[in-house]
T-cell receptor, first 116, second 112 residues
Framework: DTGVSQNPRHKITKRGQNVTFRCDPISEHNRLYWYRQTLGQGPEFLTYFQNEAQLEKSRLLSDRFSAERPKGSFSTLEIQRTEQGDSAMYLC??????????????FGPGTRLTVT | DQQVKQNSPSLSVQEGRISILNCDYTNSMFDYFLWYKKYPAEGPTFLISISSIKDKNEDGRFTVFLNKSAKHLSLHIVPSQPGDSAVYFCAASASTGNQFYFGTGTSLTVIP
């Protein structure tokens, strides 16, 4: 397994369009997280899945954002009616919910979204 | 509301010397803390962690210290190497591990 992968790596879209990002976690990892990172800031938590169940969602997350993790494997993050303020790096991370290492998250390379 | 703070945006250290990166948190429910390292165009990479039941954790050149009463943790890198030059983020979580809060990062430059 080569780690967490994210596609696409870059996405340029026009304001008002919908975009969807994909994250493929490390295969045995049952926890999956989405984060957003803007310039000069740390990753900001968006949502968390344990297997296929979405257990946490940031209160800051607009209803234009939705995430899924069908069958507890890959996950998608969709942003509807994009706005310029959505321009950011979207990071996915996964971890395994067993043992003492369950908090260690492995991050993907991110998807950079630019809304014009 | 920034629950995890890294007040030094940047730090420069000579190769071979000690690097000390600091992090403060406000939420007393946090009981697990992590440090991540990030190179440009890559996602953060896990470095070292500490549970609130400990006050020190060591892994090779990296040591994390936790002062619960001060709500403060620090990362020590000894000796610092040029390859350590990166942005370092601290992160915190409550025991569920369902949500993590990150600081704004400290950019470390190790000068050869």
């Amino acid at each position: 397994d080569t780690g967490v992968s994210q596609n696409p790596r870059h996405k340029i879209t026009k304001r008002g369009q919908n975009v969807t990002f994909r994250c493929d976690p490390i295969s045995e990892h049952n926890r999956l997280y989405w984060y957003r990172q803007t310039l000069g800031q740390g990753p900001e938590f968006l949502t968390y899945f344990q297997n296929e169940a979405q257990l946490e969602k940031s209160r800051l997350l607009s209803d234009r954002f939705s995430a899924e993790r069908p069958k507890g494997s890959f996950s998608t993050l969709e942003i509807q009616r994009t706005e310029q303020g959505d321009s950011a790096m979207y990071l996915c991370a996964s971890s395994i919910l067993t043992g003492t290492r369950s908090y260690e998250q492995y991050f993907g390379p991110g998807t950079r979204l630019t809304v014009t | 509301d920034q629950q995890v703070k890294q007040n030094s945006p940047s730090l420069s250290v000579q190769e071979g010397r000690i690097s000390i990166l600091n992090c403060d948190y406000t939420n007393s429910m946090f009981d697990y803390f992590l440090w991540y390292k990030k190179y440009p165009a890559e996602g953060p990479t896990f470095l070292i962690s500490i549970s609130s039941i400990k006050d020190k954790n060591e892994d090779g050149r990296f040591t994390v210290f936790l002062n619960k009463s001060a709500k403060h943790l620090s990362l020590h890198i000894v000796p610092s190497q040029p390859g350590d030059s990166a942005v370092y983020f601290c992160a915190a979580s409550a025991s569920t591990g369902n949500q993590f809060y990150f600081g704004t990062g400290t950019s470390l430059t190790v000068i050869p």
